[in-house]
């Protein structure tokens, strides 16, 4: 019997993709710096972002100060621009996402999230309208420990107070994320309503999982169960 359904937050439940970007290449822009200049400080950066070691506002303070650019000025407005497009994708769901949630809330249907992310982006996932739906949350930032990490996966599930063989597990497939829930003994659902041809987007579809081509399969796929 399924009694809970985690999901990924990024390209998941939200994309990057269909609103505008703000990525190393924007923020060297706005910064004044050539973009190689940016990336070899900021890149090398992304896993103590990941895991809580380090908050954006503080790696790109010390970008700008390394290349001797740095002002209250262009932090704030590096900083403000990072939030707002982040906020932006949440304008821009998958109109079957909140129904999606709504229709297993209606069921009595667990919900919990499990995502990577950084300092701004755990802000703005608390803040966000998807917030609410959510019984229990791990994001890496917070949690010190990032997918694919198989106690992230294990807190969430103690967390709902679930066995893993109950959970489904719905994720784009980055990270590992569906061999770890699968090896764990969830389901594993690949979402794929999100992928497009020609992004950057870090997953590309995985035939050896299901597939789900709409939020709405995943309602569907349970009640197959």
Sequence with gaps: ????VIFDMFETLITHYNSPQYFGVH???????????FQILWRPTEYNRTIGRVTFEDVVEMILRENHCYSEKVLKKIVEKRIATKEECFRHLHPDIIPMLSALKQ???LIGLISNCFSEEA?????SVLF???DA???SYEQGIQKPDENIFRRCVDN???KTEECVYVGDGGSYELETARKLGMKALQAVWYLRDGTRQPAKRMHDFI???SPLDVVSFLNEK
């Design 107 to 109: 069921r009595g249907i």
């Design 1 to 4: 019997m399924i009694r809970a």
């Design 123 to 127: 802000k703005v996932i608390r803040n």
């Design 211 to 213: 597939q789900m081509e």
């Design 160 to 162: 709902l107070s679930v």
């Design 137 to 139: 949350v791990y994001l």
């Design 27 to 37: 923020m060297a822009k706005d910064a004044g710096i050539p973009e190689d200049r």
């Design 132 to 134: 609410p739906y959510f």
